[in-house]
């Protein structure tokens, strides 16, 4: 029996209506960055389109051309962070205040994090919960030996302690204002690096303390910017902090 145009058209529309509830919209923010742009370019890889959320879209316009689109928001809040998250199914912070190191942090506002944490959590939908993945900084895991890796001056630079301290604040911050969406901080060892890694690997995920030796190890863009992804389409890991190291090749 042939359907008529009516039915066929609603056939069409039941199958494209399932297809947009499959493929999360997903929105970056720091999308310019390092990070923000390894995850963003990982998720346009699986066919995903991305919003970039940026401090300057002319800055990063080549970003276009990946299949990302842009706008312009501050990630300490705001209407336009507001409008950007308003349907955002997964949404990933990978955002810092400076594009190097700074010579000093006179005047840097350690609460940065924590506000990037409370401006998302007010704007992010929470039924059903968004999907909340935030890169964290190795400075923040805990050792083997109950140590912070940010309180070994051999480690870590006391002269960015006041970068550490900002993001140590993280954790607390998403566990007072985040509960109502499915969070997770993803953290690189010291030595996060240019590069692909190993192309066949899955990145290893560990919850808990972690040995000083896997805590300085190396890790590519790339293979964080997988296990953040993998934690955006299937995740198994929810609200805690885990470290991102590099697997075994497949």
């Not at 939908?125 to 900084?137: K, V």
Request: no cysteine; net charge negative; glycine share 10%.
């Amino acid at each position: 029996m042939e359907q008529t145009n009516m039915e066929q058209a609603g056939t069409e529309q039941a199958g494209t209506d399932r297809a947009a509830a499959r493929t999360p919209r997903v929105a970056v923010l720091g999308a310019g960055g390092r990070a923000g742009r390894a995850v963003s370019a990982e998720f346009v890889r699986r066919g995903h389109r991305v919003l970039g959320v940026v401090r300057d879209p002319d800055r990063h316009a080549g970003l276009r051309a990946e299949g990302i689109d842009l706008v312009r928001a501050d990630a300490t809040g705001g209407p336009a962070l507001v409008d950007a998250l308003a349907g955002a199914d997964v949404i990933v912070v990978a955002v810092t205040p400076f594009t190097a190191p700074p010579p000093t942090f006179d005047g840097f506002d350690e609460t940065y994090y924590e506000q990037v944490v409370r401006a998302v959590a007010a704007a992010a939908r929470t039924s059903p919960p968004a999907r909340l993945l935030t890169i964290g900084l190795f400075a923040t895991l805990t050792l083997a030996d109950g140590g912070l890796v940010l309180d070994d001056a051999e480690l870590f630079p006391p002269a960015l302690l006041p970068f550490a301290r900002a993001h140590a604040r993280v954790l607390p911050a998403l566990r007072q204002h985040a509960d109502a969406l499915d969070w997770l901080v993803l953290t690189p060892p010291a030595g996060l690096q240019l590069g692909d890694g190993a192309a066949t690997a899955r990145p290893e995920l560990v919850t808990g303390p972690v040995e000083r030796a896997r805590a300085t190890g190396a890790l590519s863009y790339a293979e964080l910017a997988r296990a953040v992804v993998d934690q955006a389409l299937t995740p198994d890991l929810h609200r805690t902090q885990v470290t991102v190291l590099t697997g075994q090749p497949g």
